[in-house]
C-alpha cells in the first residue's frame, strides 16, 4: 500500500511514542510513582507543604489563559506540578485533618484506580464497559440489599433486568438527590388521561393538568445546600423547598412537618416529596425516619432519605439502629467517597421499587436501546467511568464487619473526644455526636459564668466576639498548617437559636489518634488565649458582667 | 493517658495496616500494577480475552447483592478481578477498536491520575481541594480562550474573579449541555418586577408572570440524547425540545430552523435556546453555526453548541475554520475525555459572558460563602475530584501543537478511510467526513444495481435485508474479538430517508494504521459473504430485480 507514509510524518512519530512508550521507572514521574506505592503520607507530608500560602499568591502560578505552544517534557512537568499543584493542595488524608468528610483511602485503592483508568471502560452503555455493567448492577443491588434487605429472589429478579434499575450510581451526593427528586417529580405528574406526562409535556402543562399552584419538597432546616440546586433545576423553584424546624437534637420535628403540609395544601400546593436526612452535613444528626415514613406514605408523598453521608453506617449492626425507619424510603442516597473510604467521584441513589426509575427512563437509536440492560437509560450522567469497581473491591476486600469497624470506632472515637470536650473548663460542646460528627466551641471559664448572667444585650454582644473568636481560631489553627478542624454556623436551643459559630470534626479518619484529639484541642486553647484582638473584647465585657454581679 | 487500649483493639489494628501499609511491590496487586506501567497495551491484550462471552454468562459472577462477611486478601481479589471483571471489559484502547470515541490514553495520564487519585482533593471548594482551584479555573480560561479568543486582560479580569466562573468543569457532556441549558432557562425567566426568577418560584409562576405557554429548545433531528433529558430534567418538557430538520450533510437547515420558530411563537410557546451541533454524535457533522448564531441573536434566544465531540477541533489550526461561528454561542460543551485524550470523566461547559452563570449561582452557610472562590457555587455537581489537573498537564505536556498534530492525522486518516471504501465495489459510503468520524455499509456489486432498478416495494425490501445484514456484520465482528464498529441508524437522503443501519468508525485512536483500516473492511466483506441467512435472502431478490430488468 505505501501511502503510510502520506499519513505518518515524523512529528506524528514522536506524538506516538506518548501512547505507546510507558515513563520510564527511572523517571521523574516513575520516582513519584514509585514513592506513592512505597509511602503515601510520607510522600504527601513531605511534599504538600504545611504552610498556608494566600490563594492570592498561588493563582500566579494559574494565570496564563493560553494554551502552550510549546511542548514540555514530562519529567519537568512533573516537577512543576509537585512545585505548584501537590504542594499547595490539601493533605485530605492526614489524621489531624479532622474538618474534612474526605478520609484517608486505603492503600490498596490506589493501584486499583490505576487499573480502572488504565481500562477507561464508559458504563453508559454495555458495548464500551461489558463486565462493568453487571459489576456495577451488583454494587446497587448491595447497596439495596443493604437499605431495604430484600430476599435473594427479589435481587435474582431485579438486578440484572434489562427494563429495571435499582438505582443508579453516579459522581457524588447532588447528583444522586437530584435523581431521586425527579423522578419523584416525575411520578408525581406522570401521565394521565390525556396528559403526556411531565417528562413530555413539562412543568407547566402538569400543573395546569393536576390543577396545583405549586409543588414542594419539604426537608429539615439542615437539609444540605444541593436540595435548592434541585429545586432550582427542577423548576420546583427555591422558595417551595420548605424547610421544617428542627428539635435541640437539629432532628426535624414532625408535628412542624405535618403543619407545613397543611398549610401548602390549603394553598393548593402539592407536597410530592419528603427528605428526612440521615446524618446532617454539619452536626451528623438523623431525622426520625420512621415518623417522616408515617407522614409521607399518608400524604402520598415520595420519601428520600438523604443519606449521603449516615448511610455507610447500616454496615454496623452494632450502630445501624440509628437509621431505623431508612428501609421505608423510596429512595436513599448515600456516597461512598465519604464513609465507604472510596476516592473522590462514587455516590449512588437507590430505590426500593424497581419499577421507580421508568419515569425518567430514556433511549436513544445508536445507544440505550429498548432491552438492552445499558445503564445510561436510568441515569442523570451520559459518559461514565468504572468508579463502580472501587466500591465492589472494597466491599470484598473490607468486607461487612471490616466496615462495622470503622464506623464502630468512628463512634467511639466521636464519644471520647465529646467527653474530652465536656472536661475543658474552657470549651463548650454545642453538638453531641450521633454519628463521628460533633461541634464545639471555645468559651474562657469565666465567660461561662458571665453568659448566664448577662443581660439581653450583653449577652448579644458576647455572644458575636466569641463567633469572632471561634472564627479566628479556626482560621489560624488552618494556617499553622499541623491540624485542621472546619467551622459553621448553628441556631442552637441553648442559645436562643442565636447565630452560633462553631468549630466542626468528622472523626472517620482511622488513623486519627487520642493524641491528636488531645494536641488540637490544645492547639486551639493556645490560640484563643493569645489572640490579640478578640479574647481582651470577651474578657473586658466578661469582668464587667462578673463585677457587677454581686451587687445586684 | 491509657484510654487508647479501649478505643483501638486488635481488629482494629490490623484493618488500620490497610490505610497504611502498602501493597509489596511483589504482591500480586504490585505486580500488576508494574506491568501496567511497563506495557499497558499488552497487559491489555493478554487479560482482556478476544471471544465474546454471552452478557448472561458474564453476569453469574455478578449475582451475589449480599455484602461478604469475610473479607478477602487483597491478592485473592485481585486475582478474581482479573478474572471475571477485567478479562471481559472493552479494550477501549485497541487501535482495531475503532466503533467508540474513547480511545488510547497518553501513557503519562496513568502515574498523574495515580496523583491525582492519591491527593483525592474535592474541588467543591477552596478548603478540600487549594491549588486545584485556581488550576481548574485556569483550565477553564484556556478553553474559553480556545473559543473565543478574548485578550488578555480579559482573563486576567475574570479568570479568578470570586463572583465570576468562565464555566463549569463536569462529569461529562450531558451534564454540561444540562448546565448550559439550565443557565439559559433561568436568564429567560428572570427576576422581573414583583416576579422573583424561575429558581425562586419554580416554572409554574415564570411562565403565568411572563405569560408564555411553553418554553421551546431548537436543535437539529441530530442532536445528541442527553438534550432530551436536560429538557425533561428542567421541566421544559422533551416534546418541546423541536427537532429541525437537516440537510444531506446531517447538518441543521437554517430555513426549516427559522419556520419552526416563527410556528412556536404563533402558538405561544417561547424559544428560549437554540443549539448548535458541532460534531453529531452518528457521523460527526458540523451545523451552520454562524447562521444560526445569527438566528439566535435576532430572537433573542440563547445559543449554545454543543462541542462534545468537535470541540477538540479547534486545537488544529488547520481545520478549526469547520466550527466557525462557535465563538459567538453563549454557551459550548466540550469533552475532555473524548479527543482531548482524557479518562473518561472529563466534561466542561464554558459560557461567553462570565456573568452568565449567576442565574444559578448558590451559597450555603458552611460552604460556598459569599465572595469566596469556591467553584462549587457554579456546579450541578458538589463533591467533584481533581480530573482537570489531567487536562491541565495534558495540555502542557502535548501542548496545542501536538493535539494539531493529533486532530489533523485523524482527519486525514477518516478522508483516507471514506476513499477506501468508495474503491470497494461492494461498500457504499454513507456519510463523508467532516471529523474523523464515517459511516457506510456494505452492500453487494449486484445489488447495488439493483437497488438502481428496484420497485418501490423491492427496495423498501432489500433496505430492510441490507439493514439485517449490516447488523449481522456488526455483531459477528465484535464477537470475533478482533476488531470493533459500532452502527446506528440514519436517514440518509439519498435512500428517500428510508431507515439505513450503517457501519460507525471514530478514527481518533493514533494508534489505528491504515492496515487495520484495510483489515477491517476484509473481515466485513467475509463475514458478509459467508452469512448464512441474510445474504441468500438479498441475493436472490438482487437476481429477480437484475433478470426482470433486461425485459422491461
Not at 243 to 248: E, I, L, R, S
Not at 435 to 459: I, N
Request: charged share 20%.
Amino acid at each position: 500500500m505505501g501511502s503510510e507514509d502520506k499519513i505518518v510524518d515524523v512529528n506524528f512519530e514522536s506524538l506516538l511514542r506518548i501512547f505507546t512508550v510507558p515513563e520510564a521507572p527511572d523517571s521523574t514521574l516513575g520516582n513519584i510513582e514509585q514513592k506513592l506505592s512505597q509511602n503515601l503520607n510520607q510522600f504527601l507530608r513531605e511534599h504538600i507543604v504545611a504552610e498556608e500560602k494566600p490563594l492570592s499568591e498561588i493563582e500566579k502560578d494559574f494565570a496564563d489563559p493560553a494554551i502552550p505552544e510549546l511542548p514540555t517534557f514530562v519529567s519537568e512537568h512533573t516537577q512543576h506540578l509537585l512545585e505548584t499543584v501537590v504542594s499547595h493542595s490539601v493533605h485530605t488524608s492526614a489524621p489531624s485533618f479532622i474538618g474534612h468528610m474526605t478520609s484517608a483511602l486505603p492503600y490498596f485503592l490506589m493501584p486499583l484506580s490505576k487499573i480502572m483508568i488504565a481500562l477507561n471502560q464508559n458504563l453508559v452503555k454495555i458495548e464500551t464497559s461489558k463486565a462493568f455493567t453487571p459489576l456495577e448492577r451488583q454494587v446497587l443491588g448491595m447497596l439495596h440489599r443493604l437499605i431495604y434487605s430484600q430476599d435473594d429472589s427479589f435481587y435474582q429478579h431485579w438486578m440484572h433486568s434489562a427494563q429495571h434499575s435499582l438505582g443508579a450510581f453516579c459522581s457524588g451526593g447532588t447528583i444522586a438527590n437530584i435523581t431521586a427528586l425527579w423522578v419523584a417529580r416525575n411520578n408525581a405528574l406522570k401521565a394521565d388521561g390525556d396528559f403526556q406526562g411531565v417528562e413530555k409535556e413539562g412543568l407547566f402543562n402538569a400543573m395546569m393538568h393536576y390543577g396545583y399552584k405549586g409543588m414542594a419538597i419539604l426537608v429539615s432546616e439542615r437539609g444540605h445546600y444541593s436540595l435548592k440546586k434541585a429545586a432550582d433545576v427542577l423548576g420546583i423553584g427555591q422558595q417551595n423547598l420548605v424547610a421544617v424546624k428542627t428539635d435541640h437534637n437539629n432532628r426535624l420535628c414532625s408535628i412542624a412537618l405535618e403543619q407545613k403540609i397543611q398549610q401548602l395544601k390549603t394553598q393548593g400546593i402539592k407536597p410530592f416529596a419528603i427528605i428526612g436526612v440521615a446524618g446532617t452535613t454539619e452536626t451528623g444528626n438523623i431525622d426520625p425516619l420512621e415518623k417522616i415514613a408515617a407522614i409521607a406514605q399518608r400524604e402520598q408523598c415520595h420519601f428520600h432519605v438523604d443519606a449521603a453521608w449516615g448511610g455507610a453506617t447500616l454496615m454496623s449492626n452494632q450502630h445501624r439502629y440509628l437509621l431505623k425507619g431508612i428501609e421505608l424510603a423510596d429512595s436513599v442516597t448515600i456516597d461512598a467517597h465519604k464513609q465507604l473510604y472510596i476516592p473522590m467521584g462514587a455516590g449512588m441513589v437507590l430505590f426500593k421499587d424497581p419499577s421507580a426509575m421508568h419515569s425518567i427512563e430514556h433511549h436513544a437509536e445508536y445507544i440505550l436501546r429498548k432491552g438492552s440492560k445499558d445503564l445510561g437509560s436510568h441515569t442523570l450522567e451520559g459518559s461514565r467511568s468504572g468508579m463502580a469497581m472501587l466500591v465492589y473491591s472494597s466491599m470484598h476486600i473490607i468486607s461487612r464487619p471490616g466496615y462495622e469497624l470503622l464506623i464502630n470506632e468512628s463512634l467511639k472515637k466521636a464519644r471520647y473526644f465529646a467527653d474530652l470536650i465536656k472536661k475543658q473548663l474552657d470549651f463548650e460542646l454545642i453538638s453531641e455526636p450521633e454519628l463521628c460528627l460533633l461541634t464545639y466551641r471555645y468559651v474562657p471559664q469565666d465567660t461561662q459564668r458571665a453568659l448566664q448572667l448577662a443581660t439581653a444585650d450583653e449577652l448579644k454582644t458576647l455572644h458575636q466576639y466569641l463567633n469572632e473568636l471561634t472564627q479566628f481560631i479556626q482560621k489560624s489553627q488552618r494556617e499553622n498548617g499541623r491540624s485542621f478542624v472546619s467551622r459553621t454556623r448553628l441556631t442552637p436551643e441553648k442559645w436562643q437559636r442565636m447565630e452560633t459559630s462553631v468549630l466542626r470534626v468528622v472523626l472517620a479518619n482511622p488513623l486519627t489518634t487520642i493524641e491528636i484529639l488531645h494536641s488540637i484541642i490544645e492547639e486551639q486553647r493556645i490560640i484563643a488565649q493569645t489572640s490579640p484582638f478578640v479574647l481582651p473584647k470577651i474578657m473586658q465585657l466578661t469582668h464587667i458582667i462578673l463585677d457587677r454581679d454581686p451587687i445586684e
